[in-house]
């Protein structure tokens, strides 16, 4: 046999020396974990995400979001509210975040971020999205839900994974996400009558308690939603959405990351966004032009990665 790195050890390695085993033991029991702060956010990244954020808004609406008081997010009614006129479940979205600001590509390539990713995805996982969401007092529950869509049955192992940077303490009072532990073993999505969470919706949906500067990573099959925040302020998280390269994504990042952000990072970054993959071409140059790009990357990914990752759709294996 030759002597090939087995990847699922090598995740595996990196999970202990990040001291994350019981992280994984949880998110594998539940389907969801909160890594605390001093683990998931070490240095100031938590105040440099949460600033870029505002930063962001500001520059997208004209206005700074007031995070003491959430008034200016108050019972917003914006895209996906549940009823005609209602207030959104989600707050304000920001979406397509990795290139406004350098600390977005820290969230992507912190360590911890990675290594939980990488268990359940493997070493060939991309970026689907980048997506902040900041709510102010609302009304409207978000219901249970998986954020795969795929058909049901699901396969047991994930898809898709989705890792949350809680920016803003998180507790039911101040609209947290909410789940029900064990679902990611359920393979299906909620019957319409199983989705509803608060007084009397499912009984098992729990909140997800988190401090600001946590990390809380679900299972891409976990049934999960939002409590409505009865509380004043804001609650800001930013949202990392990973996936098996195979899997559509939701941002298309193939020719979107300029070279100078490239050249910046590591073979893995650019793998993450994209550049490894070849489809989505519009013509037959294109499809050249994607292919070596590719096989460029995944070669230079390779050798970063010591041999581990696999993105050669011919020999992909579970954690390659
Ligand atoms: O607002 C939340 O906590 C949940 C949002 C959500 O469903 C997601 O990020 O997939
Ligand atoms: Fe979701």
Redesign the pocket.
């Given at each position: 046999m030759p002597d090939t790195p087995d990847p699922l050890k090598a995740a595996w390695d990196e999970i202990r020396r990040l001291k994350l085993e019981k992280y994984v033991a949880e998110l594998d029991a539940n389907g969801l974990t909160v890594v605390p702060p001093e683990i998931a956010c070490p240095g100031d990244l938590k105040s440099r995400l949460l600033d870029a954020l505002l930063d962001v808004a500001e520059e997208e609406t004209g206005v700074r979001p007031d995070l003491e008081t959430g008034s200016t997010h108050s019972y917003l009614n914006n895209r996906y509210a549940v009823e005609e006129g209602g207030d959104s479940?989600?707050?304000a979205l920001l979406q397509c975040l990795l290139l406004k600001n350098r600390a977005f590509e820290e969230a992507l390539m912190n360590p911890v971020h990675l290594a939980m990713t990488t268990y359940l995805l493997g070493y060939s996982m991309i970026l689907s999205g980048m997506?902040a969401?900041m709510?102010g007092p609302n009304k409207s529950n978000?219901g249970l839900?998986s954020?795969i869509f795929l058909p049901d049955p699901y396969p047991p192992h994930a898809m898709l994974a989705?890792s949350?940077y809680v920016l803003t303490d998180?507790d039911s009072e101040n609209?947290?996400?909410?789940y029900l532990p064990g679902s990611h073993r359920l393979c299906r999505r909620p019957n319409p009558e199983e989705t509803a969470i608060g007084e009397g919706g499912n009984p098992g949906a729990i909140p997800?308690e988190a401090k600001a500067g946590s990390l809380v990573f679900?299972h891409g099959n976990t049934w999960?939603?939002?409590f409505h925040r009865k509380a004043v302020g804001l609650?800001v998280?930013l949202?990392l959405?990973m996936a098996r390269p195979y899997m559509r994504t939701e941002e298309d990042m193939a020719d979107r990351i300029p070279e100078e952000v490239l050249a910046r990072n590591s073979a893995r970054f650019a793998v993450l966004t994209h550049q490894g993959l070849f489809y989505g071409f519009t013509s037959s140059e294109d499809a050249s032009r994607r292919v070596a790009r590719s096989g460029k990357v995944t070669e230079a990914y390779h050798k970063e990665s010591g041999g581990v990752s696999c993105t050669n759709p011919f020999e992909m294996k579970m954690h390659s």
């Open positions: 479940p989600f707050g997506t969401f709510k978000l839900h954020d989705a949350t998180f609209g947290s996400t909410a997800v679900w999960h939603g939002a609650r998280s949202n959405l």
